[in-house]
């Protein structure tokens, strides 16, 4: 069963706008929630992470909220450019283990 | 510094030969991670190593997969008797240490299998 679960999978913003994906979780062991970036033909770049005892974290126009009540969380770009057009991945690891688990990805474009 | 390398960086074979994936991963990295990529799955882990040994195998899809990893630093991933299901892009990643946080990933090295 998928264990992270990402919407949309596709998003269309206008620059300057703030694009939003959104992820859901199951698995309360789950402890470190990473978001990573990734580009055509190459690998994911870790973006900003985040951890269950915190609702909210921002490292420059990246910003993470998140709700452990409801087992969500969320990517918010601000002041959104061409450049952020990517797939972006939500993932999740259970504490005491290594492998991450991927919601399925957002394909974002963001048009000039 | 370097990041890390895999190659090759695309593999074409057909079905049923074995092939072998090459992860190099940065250096003084102790922590090791395959993962497949495929349009169907997403991002799916495979395996985990911590220095030479595999303690989390819990990813391999069949017994046709297997890792190993020498000398606390170069990874192969081998895939035998390939199947057209495996056809994706394998990913490496490496982390500082077992439980450290940030992954970093390489390129990938997309396989076909015809």
């Known amino acids: 069963q998928q264990q992270v679960k990402q919407s949309p999978q596709s998003l269309i913003v206008q620059k300057g706008g703030i694009p939003i994906i959104n992820c859901a979780y199951e698995n309360t062991a789950f402890d470190y929630f990473p978001w990573y970036q990734q580009f055509p033909g190459k690998g994911p770049a870790l973006l900003i992470a985040i951890r269950p005892d915190v609702s909210e974290k921002k490292e420059g126009r990246f910003t993470i909220s998140f709700n452990k009540s409801a087992k969500q969380f969320s990517l918010h770009i601000m002041d959104s450019q061409p450049g952020d057009s990517a797939t972006y991945f939500c993932a999740a690891r259970r504490g005491g283990a290594d492998g991450l688990t991927f919601g399925k990805g957002t394909h974002l474009i963001i048009q000039p | 510094g370097a990041g890390v390398s895999q190659s090759p960086s695309n593999k074409v074979t057909e079905k049923g030969k074995d092939v072998e994936l090459r992860c190099d991963p940065i250096?003084?990295?102790?922590?090791l991670y395959w993962y497949r990529q495929s349009l169907g799955q997403g991002l799916e882990f495979l395996i985990y190593f911590q220095g030479n040994s595999a303690p989390d195998k819990s990813g391999l899809p069949s017994d046709r997969f297997s890792a190993e990893r020498t000398g606390g630093s170069v990874s192969t991933l081998t895939i035998q008797r390939t199947q057209q299901e495996d056809s994706a892009v394998y990913l490496c990643a490496s982390s500082w240490a077992r439980g450290t946080d940030t992954q970093y990933f390489g390129p990938g090295t997309r396989l076909t299998v015809l």
């Open positions: 250096s003084g990295h102790t922590a």
